[in-house]
């Protein structure tokens, strides 16, 4: 065993014990932790600020793209911002304890499955600073002991962000091992990490495409899938056009380097004359580079619109860019299977006028949210109503979609007999 296992076995061993006393907390000990961490990253800012131009200016220094650089950055407001979230999440229901059923059995024995922290959760993920504390929070809130893993690009942010969140959890009820950070900053420190099963309960990757695949590919430990979107808006025969075209636009365009980001837009042959021009000027409007097939390009003939000729790899691609993919199907079952090929089930939308078509594609789309007459953007825990959330799981077992609190909670069965024997 190397030094960093050593010392990343080490720290989740303090998180297993972290979470034991955590686990059976109230709700109001920990609202009032998270209500110190709050104030304590208002105090701190100037410390943590420090830290980010540091990060900001190496960041620079090897020519990362200006939207990373501005993901990393952190300014006082940004750091209010996240202070306000983590009060928010104070203010969230507490789902632990939670009764998810249960009843008097016919002996007489009294069975409830209630809601339970998951234990210790490592969370994976790459350049933004603010989820070290979404993460922390929800984690905590939800009663279990975090395990921040984070870039090495954001790697001073951390460390101190994490400091002023331990320090401000020294003068309340919860244990500061609550939240730690892993130690290293190389890649040997996120695979000890990913071997520590039966030390950490569970894994999240937050990230691209490459960071997810490789924590599913080589993690011993439970993980649960997030964040990789490939939507499509399906624009059907029977759709108002005005409202298709302001939610392709909407879903590609209004962030686009985000998961619930549109990458791929499928129009109805019988509306592609009609539509495409629209659509393909507001986006053209935008800064969007479509790339598009035959009968795209042969729609923007005439129009200031340039289309680069879509190849098959387009339509697999998550560009999380001003780059939008555009194919003309004959009907609503050629996009279906266009969906089902490339998808990564996250999200798909379609545009309809027609209850019919609109349930169609709901009942074969196999996605964790379908939207109807809706840009793909609303995916996601805010907009869902369910406060933060940890990320948007595309998978099928025990969570899919927007993971607010509930999804961070297991559950077991309480049985209460008066000396029943079986």
């Known amino acids: 065993m190397t030094d960093t296992e050593r010392e990343v076995r080490a720290v989740a061993e303090r998180a297993q014990d972290a979470a034991a006393d955590l686990a059976p907390l109230s709700r109001g000990v920990k609202d009032a932790a998270l209500h110190a961490l709050a104030d304590a990253l208002i105090k701190r800012t100037g410390e943590i600020t420090e ?11 090897e020519g990362t793209s200006p939207s990373m650089i501005d993901r990393l950055t952190l300014t006082p407001a940004r750091i209010e911002q996240i202070a306000d979230a983590v009060r928010a999440v104070a203010d969230l229901p507490d789902p632990v304890g939670e009764s998810v059923r249960g009843g008097v ?37 939800s009663g279990n002991a975090s395990l921040l893993r984070g870039s090495s690009s954001a790697y001073d942010s951390n460390t101190v962000i994490v400091q002023v969140l331990r320090d401000a959890l020294a003068d309340t009820g919860v244990p500061a091992d609550a939240v730690q950070m892993v130690p290293g900053r190389g890649r040997e420190s996120s695979a000890a990490l990913m071997r520590a099963r039966g030390l950490v309960d569970v894994l999240i990757p937050r990230g691209g495409s490459s960071l997810i695949q490789a924590v599913v590919r080589d993690s011993t430990v439970p993980v649960i899938e997030t964040g990789e979107g490939l939507c499509h ?35 109805h042959q019988d509306v592609a004359d009609a539509f ?32 680069v000729p879509a190849t098959e790899e387009d339509w697999s691609t998550e560009y999380l860019s001003l780059d939008l993919a555009v194919r003309v199907v004959p009907d609503i079952d050629a996009a279906l299977a266009h969906i089902r090929k490339h998808s990564t089930q996250h999200t798909e939308a379609i545009v309809t006028d027609s209850l019919e078509a609109s ?56 049985v209460t007999g008066e000396g029943h024997l079986r």
């Open 51 to 61: 830290a980010n131009t540091r990060d900001v200016e190496r960041a620079r220094s």
């Open 105 to 141: 059995l016919p002996n007489g024995l009294d069975l409830r499955q209630i809601r339970v922290p998951l234990g210790v959760i490592g969370i994976i993920y790459e350049g933004r600073p603010n989820v070290t504390v979404d993460a922390a929070a929800l984690c905590l809130k």
């Open 233 to 267: 808006v399906y624009v059907d025969a029977d759709a108002d056009l005005d409202k298709a075209v302001a939610i392709a636009t909407n879903a590609k365009v209004q962030r686009c380097s985000v998961c619930n980001s549109t990458e791929t837009l499928l129009v």
């Open 276 to 307: 495409l021009p629209r659509v393909l000027q507001d986006l053209a409007g935008e800064g969007v580079t479509v790339h598009g097939d035959e009968k795209v390009a042969a729609a923007a003939a005439g129009t200031p619109v340039e289309v």
């Open 359 to 414: 349930r169609y594609f709901v009942a074969r789309v196999d996605s964790a949210a379908v939207m109807v007459n809706a840009s793909t953007r609303f995916t996601d825990g805010g907009e869902f109503g369910f406060g933060a959330e940890i990320g948007i799981s595309t998978q099928k077992l025990h969570a899919r979609g927007p993971m607010g609190l509930p999804e961070l909670t297991s559950t077991k069965y309480v």
